[in-house]
Structure formats: structure tokens, C-alpha cells
């Protein structure tokens, strides 16, 4: 597994490299790509960090696990290919968007915009085995996406903490609630939408940038 990201991250991550966790998820992960189709492709794995730099992420939006069918994951937590029809979490994402702010809902569900605008959209865990969901859960990822945390709960730049759901609203134990700002709501999964919907959870967040004496970010996505 080529690791690969930009020199910003590598100066917060380097140390991860390095530990046996991290030497072991490589060897996992490379034996189930000669043995498996996994997701994403291993250009696309750390796309997360190219798209938003260190010092410029404003919000970070944790997920769990990639999508695991055929050409969705990309390297962004809930975000598709363009031409890939979006899941049905993310529909439900554009839906609680166009009510909550206005949104008109795109023609696609790729999130690149919103990465390119800090938004860091990362999964706690970076690859799956197609078509099988958790697949390459508790295999070392965790420790690395929590070490991810950890270094900006550390920078000097407080930022907005964006989890939905109980899976990420454990990682609340790494946050320094007095310098950053948190915004949870339920997951937008079939299971729990109900709950999502009217959370209002894109104009919070804005509104807790605005406390931290950012701009807001621009939540509409363009139409490809």
C-alpha cells in the first residue's frame, strides 16, 4: 500500500508510518488487494488529505467505512464518482441541505467541492473488500484516522467537528470542547434518517465558524 500525502500531512503523520499498527494494516491491505477487488482504487485512498490541506481544513466530517460496490468510493467519506448515482444516505444528506439552507439538490454526488472548500471528508477506516461492508474494520485504520484527529485537535486553528451518528460521536473523547466547536445529528442512513432530517446541521456548523471567525462554507454543489 503506497502511502501518499501532501507534504503538510506528512509533517503531522510521519510518525505514523513507522509504528508496527500501521506496518501491519500495509501487509493486510495488500494482501487483500492480490487476493480481492478492494475499494477504493490505491491512487484514491488518501484522496482526503490532497483535496484539503492541513492548516485549511474548517470542518471535519468523519464517516465509517467506504462504500463498497462497484466504482463508488473515491477516497471521500459519503461522496460518489460523478456519473454514480448517490446513495441513499447521501440523498437524504441533499435533502436535509435544500431545507435546512436552500440547496438546490445536484445532478451528481461528488463531494470534491466541498473538500476543496475545507471540508476534510474522512472515513475512520480507508479501504473495504467489495461488497462487503466492515470488512477491514479493527484492522489498524482506526488507530491511524484517530491519530488524524488527534493532530487537528492539536493545531493551533480551531475548526468545526461535524459527526453523525454514535460511530463518530465516540471520537468526541479526542475533542477539545473548549477550543473547537462540535455539530452532531443522527445519521443520515436509511435507519436513522427521520432523525436527521430538520437537524439543521449545515447552518450550525456555519454558525460555529462564524464564532471561530471563519467564513462559512458554501454547502451547494454544482451541477455536472
Given at each position: 500500500m503506497r502511502v501518499e500525502v501532501p507534504s503538510d500531512w506528512e509533517a503531522v503523520l510521519s510518525s505514523e508510518w513507522t509504528q508496527p499498527y500501521f506496518q501491519r494494516l500495509q501487509e493486510f491491505v495488500d494482501s487483500e488487494r492480490a487476493a480481492h477487488r478492494v475499494f477504493p482504487p490505491e491512487d484514491d485512498v488518501f484522496n482526503a488529505f490532497r483535496l484539503t490541506p492541513f492548516e485549511r481544513v474548517k470542518v471535519l466530517l468523519l464517516g465509517q467505512d467506504p462504500y463498497h460496490d462497484d466504482g463508488q468510493a473515491h477516497g471521500l467519506c459519503f461522496s460518489v464518482r460523478p456519473g454514480v448515482p448517490p446513495p441513499?444516505?447521501?440523498?437524504?444528506?441533499?435533502?436535509?441541505?435544500?431545507?435546512?439552507?436552500?440547496c438546490a439538490?445536484?445532478?451528481n454526488g461528488c463531494l470534491i467541492p466541498w473538500a476543496e472548500r475545507g471540508v476534510l471528508?474522512?472515513?475512520?477506516v480507508l479501504t473495504v473488500r467489495?461488497?462487503?461492508?466492515?470488512?477491514?474494520k479493527d484492522k489498524g485504520w482506526e488507530k491511524f484516522t484517530d491519530a488524524v484527529l488527534r493532530a487537528l485537535n492539536d493545531r493551533a486553528r480551531p475548526l468545526v467537528f461535524l459527526l453523525w451518528g454514535a460511530y463518530a460521536q465516540k471520537k468526541i473523547?479526542?475533542?477539545d470542547k473548549e477550543r473547537h466547536r462540535i455539530v452532531t445529528a443522527a445519521h443520515p442512513s436509511p435507519l436513522s434518517f427521520k432523525k436527521f432530517l430538520g437537524s439543521k446541521c449545515f447552518?450550525?456548523?456555519?454558525?460555529?465558524?462564524?464564532?471561530?471567525?471563519?467564513t462559512p462554507i458554501e454547502w451547494q454543489l454544482p451541477n455536472l
Open positions: 441513499p444516505s447521501l440523498r437524504n444528506v441533499f435533502k436535509e441541505l435544500r431545507d435546512d439552507l436552500g439538490i445536484p445532478n471528508l474522512l472515513n475512520a467489495e461488497h462487503e461492508a466492515n470488512s477491514h473523547k479526542l475533542i447552518s450550525a456548523v456555519n454558525r460555529a465558524l462564524v464564532e471561530l471567525g471563519e
